[in-house]
Structures are given as C-alpha cells and as structure tokens.
C-alpha cells in the first residue's frame, strides 16, 4: 500500500490477556519505530527497527512487551499479560533510512484493557 | 531523560488570525528537530525537519524557525483557517540517541 498499515484499528482485550498490534511499514523504509500515546501525555518511544541491526528497545516499558519485525517488512508488537495502565494508543512509524527523515505515521491501535 | 516541552497546551483562535507555538529542547548534543500535524481520526503528518541553528522552513501559511543554541522552535500560523485545527507535535532527536523524543503537543481549534 501506500503508506503505513496498522491492525487492528481498536482492540478491547481483559486485563491479563495477550495482545498483538501488527505493522506494515511503507515498501522500501528500512526503519520502523513504535510509539504509544497514553491519555494526556506525549508520544512515547517504545522500540526501533533499522535494517538488519539489533532493534533498539530501550523504551519498552517492561518485559512484558516485545516486537518482531520480519526483515524489512511487517512488525508485530506484543503485549502478555496486559494491564490496565497499558491502555494507549499504539502508532508505528516508518522512514526510508532512519531517525534523521521524517517519519510517515500509520492511523494507530486504540487498545482498551478493562 | 530529555525533555521537550510544548507551549501553549491548547489554544482556541478565530479564523483569519495568526498564531504561535513554541518548543523548547535540551540544546545539548542536538541533532534535529521535527513538527508534525496530528488532525484527529488521521495518522500524524510530517511538517518540517530542521537541522542548522537559524533555520526557517515554510510551507504554505505554516513556517517555522529554529534556535539550537537556546533550545526552542516556533511554528508559525498565518490567517488560520478552520482545517488547521489539529494537535502540533515537535519532537527533537540528539545525537547518541535513535528515537525521536515527542513533546505533549499543542491543540489548535480555529472557530470559523
């Protein structure tokens, strides 16, 4: 397509089930980050995908969370054992080399943890 | 932890006037500053990337200007029109560092 997909568009999950948001970044973008935006805060970074190196995952906020990202193409973020607190709108990011372009936003995961 | 503050946190301004916003970064170790549009049920959309201390970038009736040795950005609205009203994001990125570190933003609501 052309520009970046994200899935499900809204997630209602149970406290303490697991969750997968999946990404599909722009063909040819090499990066792809996550972010997440919690009621009346800031984007905050939660892991960065460039090309084959080692993501950068120091955002993530516990071991709860992990990400996968399949060469250069689709990401899948996961969430075990959700909390309430994780609540959050969940948005993916693409650029074509990395941190120094702009980004090209997908429309995000609104997830809800009752 | 850096920092990047936006001001104000929302702003309400009738249509046809012009209007600001300010961010403000840590000046240390700076290596870009972006600005992005978020209109709501839309995706975030990239405005400007600014690098060099001094630095103006316009587009359309939005410009913006870059201090790095203070630390702070402006963003600049002309003759605001009703499909401005969105929320402003400024994120800066430092060197040493791979992500983008995002403000609060501000939300701009123009009344026709």
Redesign the interface.
């Known amino acids: 397509g052309a520009?970046?997909s994200q899935s499900p568009s809204n997630k209602v999950t149970e406290k303490g089930k697991d969750v997968e948001l999946r990404c599909d970044p722009i063909s040819g973008h090499t990066a792809l980050?996550w972010?997440r935006q919690s009621l009346?805060?800031?984007?905050?970074?939660l892991i960065?995908f460039?090309g084959n190196s080692a993501p950068?995952k120091s955002?993530l906020p516990s071991d709860r969370f992990s990400a996968e990202r399949t060469g250069e193409s689709v990401s899948t973020l996961t969430i075990q054992r959700t909390q309430q607190e994780d609540s959050a709108v969940y948005?993916c990011?693409s650029s074509f080399r990395?941190?120094?372009?702009?980004?090209?936003?997908?429309?995000?995961t609104q997830l809800s943890v009752l | 932890i850096l920092n990047?503050e936006q001001s104000p946190q929302s702003l309400h301004v009738q249509e046809g006037d012009s209007t600001n916003f300010t961010c403000s970064f840590p000046s240390s170790n700076f290596?870009?500053l972006?600005w992005?549009r978020w209109e709501t049920?839309?995706?975030?959309?990239?405005l400007f990337?600014m690098?060099l201390n001094g630095d103006e970038k316009k587009k359309g009736r939005i410009s913006a200007t870059l201090n790095t040795k203070e630390g702070y950005s402006y963003l600049y609205i002309k003759g605001s029109q009703p499909e401005d009203s969105a929320t402003y994001?400024c994120?800066s990125?430092h060197t040493g560092?791979?992500?983008?570190?995002?403000?609060?933003?501000t939300r701009l609501q123009v009344q026709p």
Request: hydrophobic letters at 40%.
């Open positions: 520009g970046v980050y972010y009346g805060q800031g984007l905050e970074f960065y460039q950068d955002g948005l990011a990395g941190f120094n372009e702009k980004l090209f936003f997908g429309s995000g | 990047v290596y870009a972006h992005y049920a839309k995706s975030p959309e990239a990337v690098t994001l994120a990125l560092r791979r992500a983008l570190t995002f403000g609060s933003g």
